[in-house]
């Protein structure tokens, strides 16, 4: 199966600072990852679609300005939270699709970053 | 709303036994699949099941889905401490690429 690598896997920031998330993959392209975000005991919400080579798309409620995406390459996407607040604490998790024939539709995560901003 | 939801949230039960989790879905489906997360990890893709399936198999984990209910099954049988995790059902629907989960069953498997 596909390997997805996000890292940091834990950070702790000062409020009002910024923080950059990284999600590869590792022995496949992806043309789309997604980003998600969840909270403690709770399901994930999606944050937004990152597209590469062109803007991300973020689903409602989501400020990208807050939250932005960069997808300049085909195996890697990269978070950006800006002047991170302690509301933004949180486990964020990246994803892309599977390439391989019969793992188009599966989607491959990242081990996730646990996010406490103090 | 999420689409996906599953019951029960909690589920403790004794290794060697048969663990069953059950997901409700609002919309209409291209597939569904489950999904498992150990505490702090992403996820890591379980089985996956088409709208014009009933029943699929892999190793000791059935999946069945009824259409006509919006509603999937997991069982995992003779379960296994090392099984502990939670659990969540994702749907796929029309031609958009998202997927999105439900609100997983947490389960833990006493040795």
């Known amino acids: 199966g596909a390997v997805v690598s996000q890292h940091p896997s834990r950070v702790i920031c000062k409020s009002g600072t910024s923080v950059k998330i990284e999600c590869r993959s590792l022995?496949?392209?992806?043309?789309?990852m997604f980003w998600y975000r969840q909270f403690p005991k709770q399901s994930l919400m999606l944050m937004a679609t990152?597209?590469?080579?062109?803007?991300?798309?973020?689903e409602q409620g989501v400020e990208k300005d807050k939250f932005l995406i960069n997808h300049a390459s085909l195996t890697l996407s990269t978070l950006t939270v800006t002047s991170a607040h302690p509301e933004d604490s949180s486990f964020y998790i990246c994803?892309?699709?599977?390439?391989?024939?019969?793992?188009?539709?599966?989607?491959?995560f990242g081990s996730g970053t646990q996010l406490s901003v103090l | 709303s999420q689409q996906g939801e599953e019951d029960p949230q909690a589920l403790s039960i004794q290794e060697g036994e048969n663990a069953t989790m059950n997901c409700s879905y609002k919309?209409?489906?291209?597939?569904l699949q489950w999904y498992r997360q150990n505490s702090g990890r992403g996820l890591v893709h379980l089985i996956l099941?088409?709208?014009?399936?009933r029943e699929k198999h892999s190793g000791r984990l059935r999946v069945t889905l009824d259409t006509s209910k919006k509603s999937s099954s997991l069982l995992i049988t003779a379960s296994r401490a090392a099984d502990t995790a939670s659990y969540f059902c994702?749907?796929?629907?029309?031609?958009?690429?998202?997927?999105?989960f439900g609100i997983g069953t947490k389960l833990q498997v006493i040795p």
């Open positions: 994803s892309a699709r599977g390439q391989e024939w019969g793992d188009s539709e599966k989607l491959f």
């Open positions: 022995d496949f392209q992806a043309t789309t």
């Open positions: 990152s597209n590469e080579g062109s803007k991300a798309t973020y």
């Open positions: 919309t209409s489906i291209n597939n």
């Open positions: 099941i088409r709208s014009n399936e």
């Open positions: 994702a749907t796929r629907s029309g031609g958009y690429q998202k997927v999105t």
